[in-house]
Every structure is written in structure tokens, then in C-alpha cells.
């Protein structure tokens, strides 16, 4: 019987997850080729042997997604699998109507397909959009384990972006000069730092099975940090859902947040602080409709500034964590609020960008006010750092998790914005992991 011929669909992440979990080795299947979407830079690229396995001796091409049709006519594709996150559902539906035009079937891989257990209890946080408050609240539920004396090991969703993919198959983070060693973009960074200096050993890559070996020797309890708003790779034992009342409705418009929603044990309300009462009550009912049974907690994210002084009064950019402001879809984030809250005069950035900056404002035509903190290499970072130092402005505020100051040449006065979770009222996330820790006998 001849194998049905694939291609993977995705952004470098969940689509190189798929395959390392049920496509490689499996007989049944041969991979084509992935399609790269998203992320500039990725596609272009070989998902090497070390990786493919014994069936892929040359690996496997990543080609940019707008080549679909014609690869689906040169290899004799007869399925597709849609593999990457953050997509309304009528992107969803249009890139079905055109696999199903050219002739393959579409498939969504679930949880049951892609999920591996571990041998330690896993908890995971993940959100229904980009830009939910994740990253805090994994920093969150990181230090109250802490505190209650367990070693948590934080995973993170893959984000290889690097060009040789070799060197990223399994990543263990437990100081900064880590990210140095492997050659961590910007993205990254901002994820890694906060956790590598709160003290919890942090794994990333590639191939999860393998990462999932690795961290679950050194564990009392697994983290699991989600990207986007994609679902957990590993079958976790509490799931956590970030939701977000600035974006009402998105908890449940989304691909695959809503999936997250409906699984979820506990689901975080953020950013109250800042959010229409009318909006969190709308994301309130919705997660009432959709899945009754979780634990709703109210939680806000309080701004603070490094340097008010540095605002008030002036002309300013400000500089926001890329993906949230990009195909997350906020036209705003930390950095602009804190700007208007200080009396800045915020500038629009858009004149003075230059290169792959210029080009992510003609894609993401909605950002106007704000300079996404791209950097997914180092021309792109290169090209960041020309951008704000081009612009006609007295200061920079920048709300990016990470001190963009260590990584780029600065000439212009800055001060960061800083943000972390706080619950609101019972229960909160003490409360929760109390009862997981009770639960699992860690203590």
C-alpha cells in the first residue's frame, strides 16, 4: 500500500510537535513538506535527519505557505494538517476551502493524538489569544511552587527560530549566558529571562518527547508555558486559561483558544484593572456558557514605571512585545498605557522604520501607535535598533518583558514598563495550588 502523502501546515512550533509525535517513523505516512507561516524567516529552511528520522534521510523542505496550492499539485498531497494557533475561525474555514479546492483533506490534530504524559504531575498555563498575560502568570504559578518548597521546571512552547535547527532539539536554560549559547531572538528572551531569574531551570526546542525526559528528572512538578494560544503538549494534571476583556468575544472566536477554554480547569479573568466592566462581564458569561465547571479567577495586571520622568511631558515611542501587537491583534499594550497615563505625547512610529520593521507595519496594517519589539535575528534586531534610534522623539518607553537595553544600542533616553499578575479576591491561584500540591502528595 502506498503512504499517504502530507503536508504540515505551521509556524515552527506545534507542526514540528506533530510530526516528532505521530509522523515520524509511521509508515503509514510520508511528510512532503512543511508550509511556514507567521514568523518571518522560517520557511526556506530543512527540517533536518537528525530530527526527521530513519523515513527522511534528507530531511524535510519548509516552504513558505503561499506556495500551498502548487506543492499540494507537484507532490500528489491527499492531506493537509493545519498545525499552528492564533487564527479567527474564518481564516480557519478559508484555508480549508482552499486545501479542499485543490483536492486534499484537511485535518486538526487534537489532544489525544499529540499529548504526552509525564511521569510527573504538569501544570499548565496557556490562553485563549496572544497576549493574554501568560508570561505572568507563569511567573506567578512558578514562585508560589517555590514557595511551598517544590522545584518546579518550566517548558516552554517551541520557538526555533534559528537557522540550523540542530542545535535547538533540546534546550536547557538555567543561566543567562544560556540565551547567549544558543543564539535566543528577541522572542525568546522575553520569555526565558524572567524565569531564568526567578531561579526555575527552563527547557526548550524541538522535540518535546525528548526535552520531556530531561525535565522530568530534575522535577518535583512540571510547568508547561504555553505559545499563542495553542494547547498544551503535554497532558497536564491542572490546566490554567488566560482570557482577556480588552478583546471580548476572542475566548471563544479563535483557533484552537476556544479548544483551551473548554478543556481548562481554572480560568484567569486579567487585566480587570484596565478592561470595561461591561467587557469582563461578557468574557465572565461566555466562560460560564462554554465550560461551567472551571474555576473563574479575577486577576489584574498593575503597570509600573522604571522612570516616570522620562514620560511626562515628552514626545515618545513606545515599544511593545512583538507578537501580542502582531497577530495577537492588540493595537496597543503596557508601554502605550503607561505613555498616557504619565502625560507622553505618543508618536507614531511608522515613519522612521526601516526594513523587515517597514514591512511588519504593511502586514499588520492595525498597528499604528506602537513599535512591535520584532526580533527574530540578528538583522532583524539590527534593524529594530536603526528604527529607534531614526525616530524623532525625546524618549523611549518600552513594556517588553525584557530589558531591550542589554541587546540593542539605545541613544535616546528610556524607561521600562513592568507588569505581573495579581489576583483579586477567592479563590486565587494559592488556593488552587494548594489543593493540586494536596492532591498529587508533593509535600
Not at 230 to 244: N, R
Request: hydrophobic share 35%.
Amino acid at each position: 500500500m502506498s503512504r499517504i502523502k502530507v503536508i504540515i501546515m505551521g509556524a515552527a512550533g506545534r507542526d514540528f510537535h506533530n510530526f516528532n509525535v505521530h509522523f515520524r517513523d509511521n509508515e503509514q505516512y510520508e511528510v512532503v513538506a512543511f508550509t511556514a507561516e507567521q514568523i518571518p524567516g522560517i520557511e526556506d529552511r530543512i527540517y533536518p535527519p537528525e530530527l526527521a528520522g530513519k523515513l527522511y534521510p534528507k530531511g524535510i523542505k519548509i516552504y513558505p505557505e503561499q506556495k500551498l496550492p502548487e506543492l499540494i499539485k507537484k507532490f500528489d498531497v491527499q492531506q493537509c494538517i493545519l498545525a499552528y494557533s492564533d487564527l479567527p475561525y474564518d481564516t480557519v474555514g478559508h484555508k480549508i476551502a482552499l486545501v479542499n479546492s485543490s483536492g486534499p483533506d484537511m485535518r486538526l490534530m487534537g489532544p489525544t493524538t499529540t499529548m504526552l504524559k509525564s511521569t510527573k504531575p504538569v501544570i499548565a498555563v496557556c490562553a485563549v489569544r496572544t497576549g493574554c498575560g501568560k508570561s505572568q502568570t507563569s511567573r506567578r504559578v512558578n514562585s508560589l511552587l517555590v514557595q511551598m518548597g517544590l522545584k518546579p521546571v518550566n517548558v516552554r512552547h517551541p520557538m526555533p527560530y534559528d537557522p540550523d535547527l540542530r542545535t535547538q532539539i533540546a534546550q536547557r536554560y538555567a543561566r543567562l549566558e544560556d540565551m547567549d549559547r544558543y543564539n535566543c531572538t528577541i522572542e525568546e528572551r522575553e520569555e526565558y529571562e524572567p524565569m531564568i531569574n526567578a531561579g526555575v531551570i527552563l527547557y526548550a526546542g524541538v522535540d518535546y518527547g525528548k526535552i520531556l525526559e530531561m525535565a522530568q528528572k530534575e522535577a518535583d512538578v512540571i510547568t508547561w508555558d504555553g505559545g499563542n494560544n495553542d494547547f498544551p503538549f503535554y497532558k497536564p494534571d491542572l490546566h490554567i486559561v488566560i482570557t482577556d476583556p480588552h478583546r471580548p468575544g476572542h475566548e471563544v472566536g479563535y483557533y484552537p483558544g476556544e479548544t483551551n477554554l473548554r478543556m481548562a480547569d481554572v480560568v484567569i479573568i486579567n487585566k480587570i484593572d484596565t478592561a470595561n466592566y461591561d467587557n469582563v462581564e461578557k468574557v465572565r458569561e461566555n466562560i460560564t456558557k462554554t465550560n461551567p465547571r472551571a474555576i473563574i479567577i479575577d486577576a489584574a495586571s498593575p503597570l509600573t514605571v522604571g522612570d516616570a520622568s522620562v514620560i511626562r511631558g515628552k514626545r515618545v515611542i513606545a515599544i511593545e512585545d512583538g507578537p501580542t501587537v502582531t497577530h495577537g491583534g492588540m493595537p496597543y499594550g503596557a508601554a502605550y498605557i503607561a505613555a498616557r497615563k504619565h502625560g507622553g505625547t505618543i508618536v507614531d512610529p511608522r515613519p522612521f522604520a526601516v526594513g523587515s520593521i517597514r514591512d511588519t507595519f504593511q502586514k499588520y496594517t492595525h498597528v499604528r501607535e506602537v513599535l512591535p519589539a520584532m526580533g527574530y535575528g540578528k538583522k532583524q534586531m539590527q534593524e529594530l535598533e536603526e528604527t529607534i534610534n531614526k525616530s524623532d522623539v525625546d524618549s523611549i518607553v518600552v513594556g517588553t518583558p525584557i530589558d531591550l537595553t542589554h541587546l540593542l544600542r539605545i541613544s535616546k533616553p528610556s524607561t521600562r514598563v513592568r507588569y505581573d499578575l495579581q489576583e483579586i479576591g477567592k479563590p486565587d491561584l494559592t488556593d488552587v495550588l494548594t489543593d493540586f500540591v494536596k492532591k498529587h502528595n508533593l509535600k
